[in-house]
């Protein structure tokens, strides 16, 4: 999508992050504004894409950015990735996938699926960028989304078991999905 239609959707995109963000009702306004703020000073990165999905009205979504391994891109982030990710990130070849929606029962059903629609919009994001990686922020507190990108292929960085490295005390867990 285009800037211009992502800003004339954006009432749409900030609908379905609270619909799919759980929480209830009476929490959906705060969590659609944020997700709107954070959308916009994303939508300003360089090479910034969005992929929806819709039938008769929007399913999900997925975006991100490709990533340089000349500047900062994770505020508090800097000095914890392994260096094989700084040189992807060099080569050009490094995507951050910042958001994935989708309905919840994607997020139960079908995982494993090639045709899990969580799994077709972040490989359209990797494939229409030439990415060899797709990486991903995941706070270390969120087990249910961990385990939902793991089910889509991602892959932790550290593993399965914590070890003691300097990525290891970020409040982030560091997902990889190759393309």
Do not use: K
Not at 10 to 39: H, I, K, M, V
Not at 51 to 69: K, M, N, Q, W
């Amino acid at each position: 999508m285009t800037r211009g239609q992502i800003e004339d959707r954006s009432g749409e995109l900030g609908d379905l992050y609270a619909q799919t963000s759980g929480g209830g009702p009476w929490a959906w306004n705060q969590a659609r504004s944020a997700f709107l703020r954070r959308l916009a000073a994303d939508l300003r990165r360089p090479g910034f894409e969005l992929v929806i999905a819709e039938s008769t009205e929007l399913t999900g979504c997925a975006y991100g950015f490709p990533v340089r391994g000349d500047g900062p891109w994770w505020e508090g982030f800097d000095g914890h990735l392994p260096e094989s990710l700084l040189r992807t990130a060099a080569s050009g070849r490094l995507f951050v996938v910042s958001v994935i929606l989708v309905p919840p029962r994607v997020r139960r059903e079908n995982q494993g699926r090639p045709w899990n629609l969580a799994r077709r919009l972040q490989q359209r994001l990797l494939t229409d960028h030439g990415a060899a990686l797709g990486v991903m922020l995941v706070s270390r507190s969120d087990s249910r989304a961990t385990e939902a990108l793991r089910s889509w292929g991602w892959r932790c960085v550290e593993g399965d078991t914590p070890r003691p490295y300097a990525f290891a005390r970020s409040p982030f867990r560091v997902l990889l999905l190759r393309a």
